[in-house]
């Protein structure tokens, strides 16, 4: 089983910055894609950006592209999303994401259904 703990959500300000992390356990992170998805109030979750199990590949909505980055640190377990130039519209809970590395991520990355662990997720509230 893995295990997946969000952090690092709070209220900023529009303009501002925020790093989320995911620490995960029980299994070989390195074994794992991550993914990040959001759930604002009243919609669907959605996808924010994925990785690939050694970090060189990476993928992001088209929301995120320029203003979010995601990255990993093998070494300490743990998924980053580093949030910049932060939006009223991008307040939501934050969900961190992983499935076994496979082919299939590089096919599937943006699907929730590619994911069968997930965290219980961090709110972000971008407001003035």
């Known amino acids: 089983q893995v295990q997946l703990v969000e952090s690092g959500g709070g209220l900023v300000q529009p303009g501002d910055s925020l790093r989320l992390s995911c620490a995960v356990s029980?299994?070989?992170?390195?074994?794992?894609?991550m993914g990040w998805f959001r759930q604002a109030p009243g919609k669907e979750r959605e996808f924010v950006a994925s990785?690939?199990?050694?970090?060189?590949?990476?993928y992001y909505a088209v929301s995120a592209k320029g203003r979010f980055t995601i990255s990993r640190d093998n070494a300490k377990n743990t998924v980053y999303l580093q949030m910049n130039s932060l939006k009223p519209e991008d307040t939501a809970v934050y969900y961190c994401?992983?499935?076994?590395?496979?082919?299939?991520?590089?096919?599937?990355?943006?699907?929730?259904?590619?994911?069968?662990?997930w965290g219980q997720g961090t709110q972000v509230t971008v407001s003035s």
């Open positions: 990785i690939n199990w050694n970090g060189d590949n990476t």
């Open positions: 029980g299994r070989t992170f390195s074994d794992y894609a």
């Open positions: 994401a992983a499935e076994r590395q496979s082919p299939l991520f590089y096919y599937n990355y943006g699907r929730q259904s590619s994911y069968r662990y």
